[in-house]
């Protein structure tokens, strides 16, 4: 099956620094990957749809400038949490959809990485 | 606007019972509807969907769905549970916006199965 990796699965960083999460699919060529950011016990929420080769599309309530996304083949997308602050630890997923999911829009994800800014 | 509703947070089984885990729907048009798990610390993994076709649909390690459109309901079930199902259960449905497919997750529900 379509498999999707995430790397860090872990980071910790201090406040005010920046750090960057990769998505990639490994097996299939994705031109849409999606970010997600999950709260402890709560669901995921849609941060933005990543497009190869265009800006990403960002949710309403998502700072563009805060949460950079890079999209540069059609098989990685990079997310960077910029200037980083406690508030912004959370777990970040991403996920992909396999060409023949493009209409029923079935997702495949990562791992997901957790980030703790201290 | 597309909407996914998982009235209980949490479900309690015991092992070899029985388990279902309700999820309501409200999309205009044809839904397109899935179920995936998340274990502790990972992404998630898809159990199955519904797009058209026979209303009941059966996906991975047993479990399987009921699509019920009068009732806008798409529950997930397993005859028999396990202490391994334990785990959060999303259900999701297909929103399209600005020429994309997303998806529209539901706030979850952890299922405890115990031995």
């Known amino acids: 099956g379509a498999v999707v990796s995430q790397h860090p699965s872990w980071v910790i960083c201090k406040s005010g620094t920046s750090v960057k999460i990769e998505c990639r699919s490994l097996?299939?060529?994705?031109?849409?990957m999606f970010w997600y950011r999950q709260f402890p016990k709560q669901s995921l929420m849609l941060m933005a749809t990543s497009n190869e080769g265009s800006k990403a599309t960002y949710e309403q309530g998502v700072e563009k400038d805060k949460f950079l996304i890079n999209h540069a083949s059609l098989t990685l997308s990079t997310l960077t949490v910029t200037s980083a602050h406690p508030e912004d630890s959370s777990f970040y997923i991403c996920?992909?959809?396999?060409?023949?999911?493009?209409?029923?829009?079935?997702?495949?994800f990562g791992e997901g990485s957790r980030l703790t800014v201290l | 606007a597309q909407s996914v509703a998982q009235p209980e947070d949490q479900v309690n089984v015991a092992e070899g019972n029985p388990l279902t885990v309700k999820c309501t729907y409200s999309v205009s048009g044809n839904p397109y509807l899935f179920w995936y798990v998340q274990y502790p610390n990972r992404g998630l993994q898809f159990l199955l969907k519904?797009?058209?076709?026979?209303?009941l649909v059966k996906g991975s390690y047993g479990f399987e769905a009921e699509f019920n459109k009068s009732q806008t309901s798409f529950h997930l079930k397993k005859p028999s549970a396990l202490v391994s199902d334990s785990a959060l259960y999303f259900c999701a449905v297909r929103h399209s916006s600005g020429g994309y497919n997303k998806l529209i997750f539901g706030a979850g529900t952890r299922l405890a199965v115990h031995p």
């Open positions: 097996d299939f060529q994705a031109t849409t």
């Open positions: 996920s992909a959809r396999e060409i023949t999911g493009l209409n029923t829009g079935e997702l495949f």
């Open positions: 519904y797009i058209t076709g026979d209303n």
